[in-house]
């Protein structure tokens, strides 16, 4: 699904290199989660994988599904199945929440050379969708996470990965800012698109998310770099006793 | 201080171009005369007034005018699904043919040399009045001409609530038209009334609108200004708002050479309200400029200014917003906000933001910004698969809408959404 070889990545403006020599295999059907210290350059990887302006890709490659993904607009690899789940959500003041996503899925269908979904479908399924996320007709009705709580602005992006269906979903933080019953709610969101053709890179700093989401594979970011990787006894490895041992073991 | 050679010489020739109407009641000749004599007195608009810094008003005075192609387009009319009174203008010319029967229940309508004609005494309380009243503190030269000179237009006067609102459609035939309308509309105590109007007009087109509004009376006013790019227009807002009145005028305009448009709003009486607003999207060798003025002389009254402007490749906005707290206009909320959205590097948006206050009770505030579109929502929107073209659209009518979402009537205002994203999108195309 995606293969990320040797990335190193910096800020454009700056003299500062952030990814150093990423290597990163994510198989479909598989849900692979990424820890590591504050810092070490896991959002930065999401944004190079979604295409973000400001970052300098200094070598490497990362393919999806056979297409070279450096080499594509944002909206191109959205089209091509690529997701994020944002560590920040934005608010966007004046576009509404519906009209963002039917605006976005219809965008998709057409790039692919898929129908457009009519309305009366789109609502259907929106609602449908909006529903097991816990997620009001009105906050669907407001512009895009304009006044939402944090905790919704993160079940909104969740709904956002459940309407549009993507293959490869990179969730950064998706857990942070979320009471209990939310991220029962995400994690359910996220396991019931679970799938052969899909997989997950689930970026979190607690062990509690992947009780709800069990990942196949475990990776340690530090420094820009995977410096480990192992099974989810890795992440119960972190909640107990952080990232110190590890750290030094690769040192 | 003495006005300037070139200002009254300009003022002249203003006046020598356009025929002195003829046949006209004495009292409708003495304001014509007034009018002639304001605009004598105090000269023609010139680059170097105050108010005109920003606005050259040159190919507003010129003679003859510079043309301006009609522009063809295949676009089903704006308001075309309301149901209304549709009065059309062929070059600033009334057409029957083309217009509905002119009569609705509720309004007195009628055009306004027929008015001008007669001894009407509300048309004699309200004709040039509004006008010479907003002559003052800042001189307005053309909607002095316009007085002086304007023979088209009609006289509304307005009882209860008209089932419909009222359409003047400005069409544009002619590359070297030349117009001038004025209209009048009485609002009566507690009545309500909608005018709409639309259409390029002409090559050049100067437009007076006077609305008096008696006490609970609304009045609503939403305006969009046609596309044609070579198209020139100086327009004057003339309002006064009596106890417990309601006044909201929008306006849209795309694209267009040059477009002046002025508004002037007095509270007479307490408890107001009044909302000027404008949406605006231009590129290329495009100038519109809003010059908006409310004088705040009653209590408890409230005005919102909401421009803004869309502009790229060179295109230039610009925004003249006063707000005058009259000493005993106590507990006065006043609101100004102009913006501008620029989409490259060569547009640019000026903004002159004035208060002037004299009550000490008062709530005012006012903001103005000037930036690009925010990089980091296009992002998120292209994340999603949007492409950069759509992203900005959306971002380009988010950034309208506080401006749209002004008009009362949301019919009216998913009329305008309607057509403004029709527009971006062909232009996308
Ligand atoms: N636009 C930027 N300007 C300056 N520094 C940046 C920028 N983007 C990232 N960095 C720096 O790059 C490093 C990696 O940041 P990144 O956000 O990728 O870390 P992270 O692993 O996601 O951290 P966290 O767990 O706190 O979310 C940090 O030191 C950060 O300060
Ligand atoms: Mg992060």
Same mark, same amino acid.
């Given at each position: 699904? *995606?293969?990320?070889? +040797?990335?190193?990545?910096?800020?454009?403006?700056?003299?500062?290199?952030?990814?150093?020599?990423?290597?990163?295999?994510?198989?479909?059907?598989?849900?692979?989660?990424?820890?590591?210290? +504050?810092?070490?350059?896991?959002?930065?990887?999401?944004?190079?994988?979604?295409?973000?302006?400001?970052?300098?890709?200094?070598?490497?490659?990362?393919?999806?599904?056979?297409?070279?993904?450096?080499?594509?607009?944002?909206?191109?690899?959205?089209?091509?199945?690529?997701?994020?789940?944002?560590?920040?959500?934005?608010?966007?003041?004046?576009?509404?929440?519906?009209?963002?996503?039917?605006?976005? *899925?219809?965008?998709?269908?057409?790039?692919?050379?898929?129908?457009?979904?009519?309305?009366?479908?789109?609502?259907?399924?929106?609602?449908?969708?909006?529903?097991?996320?816990?997620?009001?007709?009105?906050?669907?009705?407001?512009?895009? +996470?304009?006044?939402?709580?944090?905790?919704?602005?993160?079940?909104?992006?969740?709904?956002?990965?459940?309407?549009?269906?993507?293959?490869?979903?990179?969730?950064?933080?998706?857990?942070?800012?979320?009471?209990?019953?939310?991220?029962? *709610?995400?994690?359910?969101?996220? +396991?019931?698109?679970?799938?052969?053709?899909?997989?997950?890179?689930?970026?979190?700093?607690?062990?509690?998310?992947?009780?709800?989401?069990?990942?196949?594979?475990?990776?340690?970011?530090?420094?820009?770099?995977?410096?480990?990787?192992?099974?989810?006894?890795?992440?119960?490895?972190?909640?107990?006793?952080?990232?110190?041992?590890?750290?030094?073991?690769?040192? | 201080?003495?006005?300037?050679?070139?200002?009254?010489?300009?003022?002249?020739?203003?006046?020598?171009?356009?025929?002195?109407?003829? %046949?006209?009641?004495?009292?409708?000749?003495?304001?014509?005369?007034?009018?002639?004599?304001?605009?004598?007195?105090?000269?023609?608009? &010139?680059?170097?007034?105050?108010?005109?810094?920003?606005?050259?008003?040159?190919?507003?005075?010129?003679?003859?005018?510079?043309?301006?192609?009609?522009?063809?387009?295949?676009?089903?009319?704006?308001?075309?699904?309301?149901?209304?009174?549709?009065?059309?203008?062929?070059?600033? &010319?009334?057409?029957?043919?083309?217009?509905?029967?002119?009569?609705?229940?509720?309004?007195?309508?009628?055009?306004?040399?027929?008015?001008?004609?007669?001894?009407?005494?509300?048309?004699?309380?309200?004709?040039?009045?509004?006008?010479?009243? %907003?002559?003052?503190?800042?001189?307005?030269?053309?909607?002095?001409?316009?007085?002086?000179?304007?023979?088209?237009?009609?006289?509304?006067? &307005?009882?209860?609530?008209?089932?419909?609102?009222?359409? /003047?459609?400005?069409?544009?035939?002619?590359?070297?038209?030349?117009?001038?309308?004025?209209?009048?509309?009485? &609002?009566?105590? %507690?009545?309500?009334?909608?005018?709409?109007?639309?259409?390029?007009?002409? =090559?050049?087109?100067?437009?007076?609108?006077?609305?008096?509004?008696?006490?609970?009376?609304?009045?609503?006013?939403?305006?969009?200004?046609?596309?044609?790019?070579?198209?020139?227009?100086?327009?004057?807002?003339?309002?006064?708002?009596?106890?417990?009145?309601?006044?909201?005028? /929008?306006?849209?305009?795309?694209?267009?050479?040059?477009?002046?448009?002025?508004?002037?709003?007095?509270?007479?009486?307490?408890?107001?309200?009044?909302?000027?607003?404008?949406?605006?999207?231009?590129?290329?060798?495009?100038?519109?400029?809003?010059?908006?003025?409310?004088?705040?002389?009653?209590?408890?009254?409230?005005?919102?200014?909401?421009?803004?402007?869309?502009?790229?490749?060179?295109?230039?906005?610009?925004?003249?917003?006063?707000?005058?707290?009259?000493?005993?206009?106590?507990?006065?909320?006043?609101?100004?906000?102009?913006?501008?959205?620029?989409?490259?590097?060569?547009?640019?948006?000026?903004?002159?933001?004035?208060?002037?206050?004299?009550?000490?009770?008062?709530?005012?505030?006012?903001?103005?910004?000037?930036? =690009?579109?925010?990089?980091?929502?296009?992002?998120?929107?292209?994340?999603?698969?949007?492409?950069?073209?759509?992203?900005?659209?959306?971002?380009?009518?988010?950034?309208?809408?506080?401006?749209?979402?002004?008009?009362?009537?949301?019919?009216?205002?998913?009329?305008?959404?309607?057509?403004?994203?029709?527009?971006?999108?062909?232009?996308?195309?």
């Amino acid at each position: 699904m *995606l293969t990320i070889k +040797n990335l190193h990545a910096g800020l454009e403006e700056e003299d500062k290199k952030i990814l150093k020599g990423v290597d990163l295999e994510v198989k479909a059907g598989e849900v692979h989660a990424i820890m590591g210290p +504050n810092g070490s350059g896991k959002s930065t990887l999401s944004y190079v994988l979604a295409g973000r302006d400001g970052y300098d890709v200094t070598e490497g490659s990362v393919e999806m599904n056979g297409s070279e993904l450096l080499d594509l607009e944002p909206e191109e690899r959205a089209a091509a199945g690529l997701f994020l789940a944002f560590q920040y959500p934005v608010e966007i003041p004046g576009v509404g929440n519906m009209t963002f996503l039917r605006t976005a *899925l219809n965008a998709q269908r057409k790039a692919r050379g898929e129908e457009e979904l009519n309305a009366a479908d789109f609502l259907r399924m929106l609602r449908e969708k909006a529903k097991a996320l816990d997620i009001s007709q009105e906050m669907l009705k407001r512009p895009v +996470n304009v006044g939402f709580s944090g905790g919704e602005k993160k079940r909104n992006e969740i709904l956002q990965m459940a309407v549009l269906e993507p293959k490869m979903c990179i969730l950064d933080e998706t857990d942070s800012g979320l009471d209990v019953d939310a991220m029962k *709610l995400v994690a359910q969101g996220v +396991n019931a698109l679970r799938g052969k053709d899909r997989a997950f890179l689930v970026i979190t700093h607690y062990q509690r998310l992947l009780d709800h989401i069990v990942p196949d594979v475990v990776h340690i970011m530090a420094e820009g770099r995977i410096i480990k990787t192992g099974g989810p006894e890795l992440a119960l490895e972190v909640e107990h006793n952080g990232y110190a041992d590890i750290l030094k073991s690769v040192a | 201080m003495a006005v300037p050679a070139l200002k009254l010489d300009g003022a002249q020739t203003l006046l020598a171009a356009a025929p002195e109407p003829s %046949g006209e009641a004495s009292w409708a000749r003495s304001v014509r005369q007034a009018a002639a004599r304001r605009l004598a007195e105090r000269g023609a608009p &010139v680059r170097r007034d105050e108010y005109w810094r920003y606005t050259d008003p040159q190919s507003l005075t010129c003679q003859p005018p510079v043309a301006a192609a009609p522009f063809e387009n295949d676009e089903a009319p704006l308001f075309g699904g309301a149901d209304r009174l549709k009065l059309v203008f062929v070059d600033g &010319v009334f057409s029957r043919e083309l217009s509905d029967p002119v009569e609705l229940e509720g309004i007195e309508i009628q055009p306004l040399s027929e008015a001008l004609s007669t001894d009407i005494h509300w048309a004699r309380e309200l004709f040039g009045v509004l006008e010479a009243r %907003g002559q003052t503190p800042v001189d307005r030269p053309m909607a002095a001409l316009n007085t002086a000179r304007a023979t088209e237009g009609f006289a509304i006067r &307005v009882h209860g609530r008209p089932g419909k609102p009222v359409n /003047f459609v400005y069409l544009h035939e002619d590359a070297l038209s030349d117009a001038m309308v004025h209209n009048i509309v009485r &609002v009566e105590a %507690g009545a309500d009334f909608t005018l709409l109007e639309n259409g390029p007009a002409a =090559a050049r087109f100067n437009k007076v609108l006077e609305v008096d509004v008696a006490d609970d009376g609304a009045f609503h006013h939403v305006r969009a200004q046609g596309r044609d790019h070579e198209r020139r227009a100086v327009t004057g807002t003339f309002a006064r708002l009596g106890a417990r009145s309601t006044f909201k005028s /929008f306006t849209l305009t795309v694209n267009g050479r040059l477009t002046r448009n002025e508004c002037v709003v007095e509270f007479t009486g307490d408890d107001g309200i009044a909302h000027v607003a404008g949406a605006c999207v231009g590129e290329g060798d495009f100038r519109h400029d809003d010059t908006v003025f409310v004088t705040h002389d009653a209590v408890n009254c409230e005005s919102r200014q909401v421009f803004k402007k869309v502009l790229r490749s060179g295109a230039m906005g610009i925004f003249q917003g006063k707000i005058l707290v009259k000493p005993d206009a106590q507990k006065t909320d006043g609101y100004q906000i102009s913006q501008g959205l620029l989409l490259d590097d060569d547009s640019q948006f000026l903004a002159k933001p004035e208060l002037e206050i004299y009550a000490d009770d008062v709530a005012c505030s006012h903001g103005s910004t000037c930036g =690009a579109v925010d990089e980091t929502l296009l992002f998120y929107l292209r994340s999603r698969g949007v492409s950069r073209g759509e992203a900005e659209e959306l971002l380009v009518l988010a950034f309208l809408d506080e401006a749209i979402a002004e008009i009362e009537d949301p019919a009216l205002a998913d009329d305008i959404r309607a057509r403004l994203a029709a527009w971006l999108a062909r232009r996308r195309r």
